[in-house]
């Protein structure tokens, strides 16, 4: 089990390599949460991750000349970084559902990328059985869990009379490390170890005191959607981890929306959760000092559009809704006028008057609007159904509604 000393040897060996990343309040955020916030900003680190710490540190007690590792895409990016500036070559398996993106970017580094089943635990079976390179773990690995809990070491030596500090998990690497330094280094401040509602490995094996395996769902916090947490890391989770939660897919959109909005930051699925988590427990946490470990900013950006839709629809700016009206000309006219009057703004229109849920003589009109916050949109329904109208309230997206 490592300890602080093999943390603080660990940012010897990789502190050439790596940036010290800005830890830096926020005070927008604060006021949101109604807590002291603080943002470890490992989405400005190279590759776009956290990850470097743990493989530089790996990789620079390797003698061999050819390593191999599995992922999705962060660890990917950090092995096939750290080999090419240790002169070494790496393999990279990813999941044939990988992202073009991430596949391109570690191809970017230098490495060799092969694509190798649907699920991300296929692309693992398969570099493990390759006896050609030696293996790089994505978390379970000592040398790996003691570079990421660098991050730890900084947080500590930047910041006193922390209450909490918020950190991803997905295999447990990052948060086993950075918890290892920080309780070294302040044992009175909380450690909370976060993760999506849709692949809870880590709090099942964490609540059961053993590795329990968790098939993942389909999460916009890809980077963490692990299906069993190491061995390694739920031991040190167990000895230094105060708590887990699970935090829902809207939460992470929405946090994600707010590191643009508010911070200016691109922040991925995995990198949000944190924040996701203390707006979902923000009366526990009122008044406390909190840090929020951004763990990365790799975000897909074929995707992005939608997370910020989603984003924007969870925090009420956006509403979509189902207006009946007579099919005949003038109606949508006037119904546009009465959303124009309450000063919201009209993004889209979907007119159906085939639909087998109203009459014939009836049309459907689903709008898209854009709203200052839900008041401002119940008010535009509320108009509606003053003058008569049937409305069928807001739903997830036009399509849903049709």
Same mark, same amino acid.
């Given at each position: 089990?490592?300890?602080?000393?093999?943390?603080?040897?660990?940012?010897?060996?990789?502190?050439?390599?790596?940036?010290?990343t800005?830890?830096?309040?926020?005070?927008?955020?604060?006021?949101?949460?109604?807590?002291?916030?603080?943002?470890?900003?490992?989405?400005?680190?190279?590759?776009?991750?956290?990850?470097?710490?743990? =493989?530089?540190?790996?990789? &620079?007690?390797?003698?061999? !000349? @050819? +390593?191999?590792?599995?992922?999705?895409? %962060?660890h990917?990016?950090?092995?096939?970084?750290?080999?090419?500036?240790?002169?070494?070559?790496?393999t990279?398996?990813?999941?044939?559902?990988?992202?073009?993106?991430?596949?391109?970017?570690?191809?970017?580094?230098?490495?060799?990328?092969?694509l190798?089943?649907?699920?991300?635990?296929?692309?693992?079976?398969?570099?493990?059985?390759?006896?050609?390179?030696?293996?790089?773990?994505?978390f379970?690995?000592?040398?790996?869990?003691?570079?990421?809990?660098?991050?730890?070491?900084?947080?500590?030596?930047?910041l006193?009379?922390?209450?909490?500090?918020?950190?991803?998990?997905?295999?447990?690497?990052?948060?086993?490390?950075?918890?290892?330094?920080?309780?070294?280094?302040?044992?009175r401040?909380m450690?909370?170890?976060?993760?999506?509602?849709? =692949?809870?490995s880590?709090? &099942?094996?964490?609540?059961? !005191? @053993? +590795?329990c395996?968790?098939?993942?769902? %389909?999460?916009?916090?890809?980077?963490?959607?692990?299906?069993?947490?190491?061995?390694?890391?739920?031991?040190?989770?167990?000895?230094?981890?105060?708590?887990?939660?699970?935090?829902?897919?809207?939460?992470?959109?929405?946090?994600?929306?707010l590191?643009?909005?508010?911070?200016?930051?691109?922040?991925?699925?995995?990198?949000?959760?944190?924040?996701?988590?203390?707006?979902?427990?923000?009366?526990?946490?009122?008044?406390?000092?909190?840090?929020l470990?951004?763990?990365?900013?790799?975000?897909?950006?074929?995707?992005?559009?939608?997370?910020?839709?989603?984003?924007?629809?969870?925090?009420?700016?956006?509403?979509?809704?189902?207006?009946?009206?007579?099919?005949?000309?003038?109606?949508?006219?006037?119904?546009?006028?009465i959303?124009?009057?309450?000063?919201?703004?009209?993004?889209?229109?979907?007119?159906?008057?085939?639909?087998?849920?109203?009459?014939?003589?009836?049309?459907?009109?689903?709008?898209?609007?854009?709203?200052?916050?839900r008041e401002?949109?119940?008010?535009?329904?509320?108009?509606l159904?003053?003058?008569?109208?049937?409305?069928?309230?807001?739903?997830?997206?036009?399509?849903?509604?049709?």
């Amino acid at each position: 089990m490592i300890t602080l000393a093999d943390i603080q040897l660990a940012r010897e060996t990789i502190s050439s390599h790596i940036h010290r990343t800005p830890l830096i309040h926020s005070s927008s955020l604060s006021i949101l949460s109604g807590a002291e916030v603080y943002l470890k900003l490992e989405n400005l680190q190279k590759t776009g991750s956290f990850k470097v710490r743990g =493989a530089f540190n790996k990789l &620079a007690r390797i003698a061999d !000349h @050819r +390593v191999i590792a599995a992922s999705m895409g %962060n660890h990917a990016q950090a092995v096939a970084h750290a080999a090419g500036k240790l002169g070494k070559q790496a393999t990279i398996v990813m999941p044939e559902t990988a992202s073009i993106i991430k596949q391109e970017a570690t191809r970017g580094y230098g490495a060799e990328v092969i694509l190798h089943g649907e699920k991300f635990s296929d692309a693992l079976d398969y570099a493990l059985s390759r006896k050609d390179a030696v293996f790089i773990h994505p978390f379970d690995d000592d040398d790996v869990i003691a570079g990421q809990g660098t991050a730890g070491l900084e947080i500590a030596e930047e910041l006193d009379a922390i209450d909490a500090v918020f950190v991803p998990v997905g295999g447990g690497g990052l948060i086993a490390g950075t918890a290892a330094a920080m309780k070294a280094l302040s044992p009175r401040t909380m450690m909370i170890g976060v993760q999506a509602a849709a =692949a809870t490995s880590a709090c &099942a094996s964490f609540g059961g !005191h @053993r +590795v329990c395996e968790r098939v993942p769902e %389909n999460t916009i916090a890809d980077g963490i959607a692990v299906g069993k947490v190491g061995e390694r890391t739920l031991a040190l989770m167990g000895k230094h981890v105060d708590a887990m939660f699970a935090v829902a897919e809207d939460t992470i959109a929405r946090s994600i929306l707010l590191f643009l909005e508010r911070k200016k930051l691109v922040v991925e699925g995995a990198g949000a959760v944190p924040l996701a988590a203390l707006l979902e427990n923000t009366e526990r946490f009122r008044g406390k000092r909190v840090v929020l470990v951004v763990s990365g900013g790799n975000i897909d950006f074929t995707l992005i559009d939608r997370i910020i839709l989603k984003g924007l629809m969870t925090s009420g700016r956006i509403g979509v809704f189902a207006v009946v009206i007579d099919d005949i000309a003038g109606s949508l006219h006037a119904v546009t006028g009465i959303v124009g009057s309450q000063k919201a703004n009209i993004l889209s229109v979907a007119h159906d008057r085939t639909t087998g849920d109203v009459a014939i003589g009836k049309a459907k009109v689903v709008f898209t609007v854009e709203v200052r916050s839900r008041e401002h949109l119940a008010s535009v329904l509320a108009a509606l159904r003053d003058r008569g109208y049937e409305v069928r309230g807001a739903a997830p997206s036009p399509a849903e509604l049709l």
